[in-house]
């Protein structure tokens, strides 16, 4: 009960936003108030506060979202089950006139279980007067009524019934197609309406966001709450409920993370007799907890293919992601590093004083340290009805981000894929995302089920502290030895991910790495992939403007494989370009005479290399690069002075 007790918690800490309408990637989204939910809304009817007919539109598609008040019967009602939402709901249920306009209905009539629940309401010590105003028009039983011959909003045939699906022969009657059939995907009867007052005097805050109306439900309703148990949540005896709320990842998602309502089968027949005997919860803590999470994941959430991933703090909501890289943890830090401190030690030094400095302004001097908890929760469903919480973890907020900062440093490398703000391609320095992870290591087609694999495995080598799985980094080894078989951008990418997957494997193994180039590593995997790296700079510089890939890089994964007899290869292919280079030619011979220098006798052999030879291979390139840079900086500042 962990994960609902600390949801529940939330929600206390933030009863202030309450109902705060909110939006994330033009998606509005609110904190739910307890005993409400949200609905598509299609048409919103005005009413006066005298309870007469006052006027109608069809709403917007932008502005269909609409906050009602539910029962637990209506927030899980199926199939043919008659449970109106207190006050808002669809045409079936909201009009008294809803037969005698052609509506077919089986059984009992919705409209009248509807119209005595808000009478309930309405005559309650509870009431709102914005309610008693919709009571006093919806009991008129004129609803349809006025929407067809006082707005023209519902269509009728000439036998007065409404028009299932619109066609063309009813352009006779409606010359212009009515605008309720461009917003509604089934017929006209399916129609949700939600209910608003207006006042000549003074203007209104629409019912649906109205606190007020709110709160009056939530008082109204919480005296007609079931019996009393003990709530393993809350740990005290309150109304329980065995009707938990679904919609948690979307307006459209079923899927329930507590449901035991099959009595019929074996979901707890067999251990339990009823399904409460397994676990209480209260009706006040599961709605709190459910809203809080429902919020939460359309606030901060990243979902892949249903899989929500998310991550947030009792006391501090925003927490840094796990799965993000360090350009998105703090960018400036990212460039910052790379700029000043270049390719030393210093890298990463700099990297953890930037996140302990993230970590510093997430303090809180005042905060509960029991409370003070960062909590990572991954759910999906595998099928419609039932979720699941694959992982959860609640853990100590400065113990937390310790476990980032290492994880940031230790799988860190320089990348050069991510754009900044003006959409260009900079350079960072720090770990890549499990998702890019993913992509390297399974390439760019990999199904959204197996990134989303990949990114839960991931988590606990970032928030425990584990090694990376040997599968993953070996998968993204192959990819990089593969470069023919990559466009030149992916493979960049590709080849960054994979060092910085290799660093944090043998860093693991206190074999760590630097992208600084070790001059002094006489490991022959990082020797090989270091004259391999001078190869490719060479022939590079000889080709000039021509783009296609060097003798190198299409060698890359046979010199993996087998690095004595496949240097022999590269050696003779690289003939014709020293030769092109001519005197500037000795400088890269004598590069790779110092480097075959280092070797051991007997290392130099035809067996396969290891990770390391990428981290060679990428760290004299780099320095080759750096050093050329450099070189043209000096001669253009000599060119200014003379």
């Not at 009602?77 to 037969?99: E, N, Q």
């Not at 709110?214 to 019996?227: M, Q």
């Not at 703090?330 to 302990?356: I, Y």
């Not at 440093?409 to 890549?432: D, I, M, Q």
């Amino acid at each position: 009960m962990s994960w609902l007790l600390n949801l529940y918690e939330t929600y206390e800490s933030n009863l202030g936003l309450v109902g705060e309408p909110a939006l994330r990637n033009e998606r509005e989204y609110t904190l739910l108030p307890v005993s409400h939910t949200t609905q598509n809304a299609h048409i919103e009817v005005s009413v006066t506060e005298n309870g007469e007919f006052h006027s109608a539109r069809v709403i917007d598609k932008g502005d269909t979202n609409t906050l009602i008040p539910c029962t637990e019967k209506s927030s899980s009602r199926a199939g043919a089950v008659i449970a109106p939402y207190p006050l808002h709901d669809k045409l079936s249920y909201v009009a008294g006139d809803f037969v005698a306009f052609g509506g077919k209905v089986k059984g009992e009539e919705p409209f009248e279980t509807y119209i005595q629940e808000l009478q309930n309401w309405a005559e309650s010590p509870h009431a709102h007067p914005k309610v008693v105003s919709i009571y006093r028009y919806l009991r008129q039983r004129t609803l349809i009524h006025d929407l067809v011959y006082r707005e023209s909003i519902l269509a009728v045939d000439e036998h007065n019934r409404m028009i299932e699906k619109w066609d063309k022969k009813h352009e006779n009657r409606y010359p212009l197609k009515p605008a309720i059939f461009g917003i509604i995907a089934g017929d006209q009867t399916s129609a949700f309406i939600r209910f608003n007052v207006y006042s000549p005097d003074r203007p209104l805050t629409s019912v649906w966001k109205d606190r007020e109306v709110y709160n009056s439900f939530i008082a109204y309703y919480s005296e007609r709450l079931g019996d009393e148990d003990y709530c393993y949540v809350k740990g005290e005896r309150l109304p329980a409920t065995e009707r938990h709320a679904n919609k948690i990842r979307n307006a459209g998602d079923k899927a329930k993370l507590i449901s035991a309502n099959d009595t019929s089968g074996f979901t707890f027949r067999g251990r339990f007799v009823q399904s409460r005997d397994a676990a209480s919860i209260s009706y006040e803590a599961s709605q709190k907890a459910h809203n809080a999470l429902k919020w939460l994941i359309n606030r901060q959430g990243k979902t892949m293919d249903d899989r929500v991933f998310l991550v947030w703090g009792n006391d501090t909501l925003y927490i840094p992601d796990p799965v993000e890289d360090t350009f998105a943890l703090d960018p400036e830090a990212a460039l910052t590093v790379v700029n000043k401190s270049n390719t030393n030690e210093a890298l990463a030094d700099e990297m953890a004083k930037a996140l302990d400095g993230y970590k510093n302004r997430l303090a809180d001097e005042n905060a509960d340290p029991f409370k003070s908890n960062v909590n990572i929760i991954v759910l999906d469903s595998a099928t419609t009805g039932r979720m699941a919480v694959l992982y959860f973890r609640n853990m100590n907020k400065e113990l937390y981000l310790n476990r980032l900062v290492k994880w940031h440093t230790t799988c860190a490398w320089l990348h050069r894929y991510r754009k900044n703000k003006e959409n260009e391609f900079v350079s960072f320095y720090g770990a890549p995302a499990t998702r890019d992870i993913a992509f390297a290591a399974y390439g760019p087609r990999a199904g959204d089920k197996v990134v989303k694999g990949l990114m839960e495995r991931m988590l606990p080598c970032i928030v425990d502290g584990t090694r990376v799985p040997l599968d993953i980094v070996r998968s993204a080894l192959n990819r990089a030895s593969n470069p023919v078989a990559l466009e030149h951008w992916e493979w960049e990418k590709t080849l960054s991910i994979a060092c910085a997957l290799m660093n944090k494997h043998y860093t693991d193994r206190q074999e760590g790495m630097t992208l600084a180039l070790d001059e002094q590593n006489d490991d022959r995997s990082y020797l090989f992939g270091r004259m391999l790296a001078v190869a490719d700079v060479l022939e590079r510089r000889a080709l000039g403007d021509e783009k296609r890939a060097t003798n190198a890089i299409r060698y890359m994964n046979a010199f993996a494989q087998h690095p004595e007899r496949t240097w022999v290869t590269i050696q003779k292919a690289l003939q014709p370009y020293q030769a092109r280079l001519g005197y500037e030619a000795r400088y890269w011979n004598e590069k790779i005479d110092e480097i075959g220098f280092m070797f051991k006798t007997e290392d130099f052999n035809n067996k396969a290399l290891s990770g390391k030879y990428l981290l060679g291979f990428y760290s004299q390139r780099h320095e080759l690069y750096q050093s050329k840079k450099k070189e043209k900086a000096a001669e253009a500042q000599s060119t200014n002075k003379e």
